[in-house]
């Protein structure tokens, strides 16, 4: 399988992680299109809503997808992957909820933040050795997200803008949607998440997924947090 590039995701598990699988129509972690369950009231159809979602599966990026570096080897940063796992301890937030920050629909996570924000940061800077440097047209395209100039720093720095201070965890449920339409898609998901939501919300795993060919993202590999 060719792969082009990698990235560190927490990816649900359980009864969330299907239901994202069958919200998106991605199963990331089997690689496969599940049947889709029927949502009802919706403002647009839900292909159209998750297509910018749907390569990735539903996932929380901690390192952003990143091309290996010429000088490094996937079997390499499959075992940096397991050994980093294993130096780190599990890390508890609160409760996940609907949030329409930046324009799209997640599931973001309650205070107390900061031992999640700690493990974002350390993956951040742990797999920075893998990636290639980017490229003046990926940075190009980057900043015309308008960029504050703190982002400007951070992109040039790891790759990507939203890291350390600007890192704001979230499960991503949709593509771009106005405040109306994020009402209506909160609405009709409630009676199907609201039941999985109700516990703190605990990392005790992460996975190193990969790109493939055709644009879409599997996992390569999980492990557990050991420490």
């Not at 990235?7 to 991605?26: D, Q, R, S």
């Not at 049947?35 to 990026?61: N, Q, S």
């Not at 440097?133 to 939203?162: I, M, V």
């Not at 409630?190 to 919300?201: C, I, M, N, Y």
Request: hydrophobic share 40%; glycine share 8%.
């Amino acid at each position: 399988m060719s792969l082009c590039r990698y990235a560190i995701y927490f990816v649900p598990g359980g009864a969330v992680g299907a239901f994202g699988a069958k919200w998106l129509g991605w199963d990331v972690g089997a690689a496969t299109q599940p049947d889709r369950m029927v949502i009802e009231g919706l403002p647009r159809p839900r292909e159209i809503l998750t297509k910018a979602a749907r390569k990735y599966g539903l996932h929380a990026t901690l390192k952003a997808p990143f091309a290996l570096a010429e000088d490094r080897q996937e079997a390499d940063l499959v075992s940096s992957f397991k050994s980093f796992c294993k130096a780190q301890k599990p890390v508890c937030a609160g409760q996940l909820k609907f949030s329409h920050g930046g324009g799209f629909l997640s599931l973001r996570p309650s205070p107390p933040l900061h031992g999640l924000n700690q493990l974002a940061q350390q993956c951040v800077i742990s797999f920075d050795p893998f990636r290639k440097a980017a490229t003046t047209k990926e940075l190009e395209r980057r900043r015309k997200a308008n960029l504050t100039p703190a982002q400007d720093h951070l992109l040039q720095r790891w790759g990507y803008p939203y890291v350390m201070d600007e890192f704001r965890f979230h499960i991503t449920l949709t593509g771009r949607v106005d405040d109306s339409e994020a009402e209506q898609i909160i609405n009709a998901l409630k009676p199907a998440l609201d039941p999985l939501l109700s516990d703190p919300f605990i990392i005790n795993e992460l996975a190193l997924a990969a790109e493939r060919a055709d644009g879409q993202f599997c996992i390569l590999e999980r492990a557990n947090l050991l420490a």
